[in-house]
């Protein structure tokens, strides 16, 4: 079955370690989005990629950075992680925007939660 | 400022009764409307999307547009303890392929 995948689904880090996170996707979806979800809050967007065109949304801190080597994969690296990134982190993608197809439909891994001790 | 507003309940539901969500957006060109369903310490999963006024209905689930008023509903008949969850509302931005994202409304099946 065609899907997003994340690993790990469980991360727990020291505070100020570095950390990644990984997804996969089996969809050959164009968009691929990172999200950081806190409890009871709405998914809050990091940035997204358009094929290789980064896109950081303008509130994103620093210390997040992410990667897209191929249209599979996609990495969010957390550089010096604080109390205040635990978090779940979810991935999402989308087809492509300009396919006579499109929704916006947004399709989701099961997200990896972070835990910062 | 666009924005996507959705009461955080909880709202309590007596099982087998029809469950309401309400969902109300700022921007009057939104053209289409997202409805997910998100288990506790889980991801958000796509149950509905409508972009006509109207009703759309799949399964026990209809989604309600009504584009002059600015709002969408989610009706969820015959309300089962498994539909427990919270429900968000999202919108697409015109200018791009991103969502607004309400956020959300925790919904409880009453066995």
């Known amino acids: 079955d065609a899907m997003v995948i994340q690993n790990p689904r469980y991360q727990v880090t020291q505070f100020g370690k570095p950390v990644t996170l990984s997804c996969s996707q089996t969809l050959n979806h164009n968009v691929m989005y990172w999200y950081q979800q806190k409890s009871s809050q709405a998914p809050k967007l990091l940035f997204h990629y358009y094929d290789k065109d980064f896109n950081n949304e303008a509130d994103t801190p620093d210390n997040f950075q992410s990667r897209r080597p191929n249209t599979s994969f996609c990495f969010l690296d957390i550089r010096s992680p604080g109390l205040g990134d635990a978090a779940m982190y979810l991935c999402?993608?989308?087809?492509?925007?300009?396919?006579?197809?499109?929704?916006?439909?947004?399709?989701f891994g099961p997200g990896t939660r972070l835990t910062v001790l | 400022q666009k924005e996507v507003e959705q009461n955080s309940g909880p709202l309590s539901v007596p099982e087998g009764a029809i469950a309401s969500l309400n969902c109300t957006y700022s921007d009057r060109g939104s053209q289409s409307f997202f409805w997910y369903r998100q288990y506790s310490g889980k991801s958000p999963e796509l149950i509905m999307f409508?972009?006509s006024n109207g009703d759309k209905e799949d399964g026990r689930f209809t989604a309600q547009l009504n584009k002059a008023s600015q709002y969408v509903s989610l009706l969820i008949r015959d309300s089962q303890p498994s539909d427990s969850a919270t429900y968000l509302c999202a919108v697409p931005m015109d200018s791009n392929y991103q969502l607004i994202w309400g956020a959300g409304t925790k919904l409880i099946i009453k066995p």
């Open positions: 409508i972009y």
């Open positions: 999402a993608t989308s087809r492509d925007p300009t396919s006579a197809t499109f929704t916006d439909t947004q399709y």
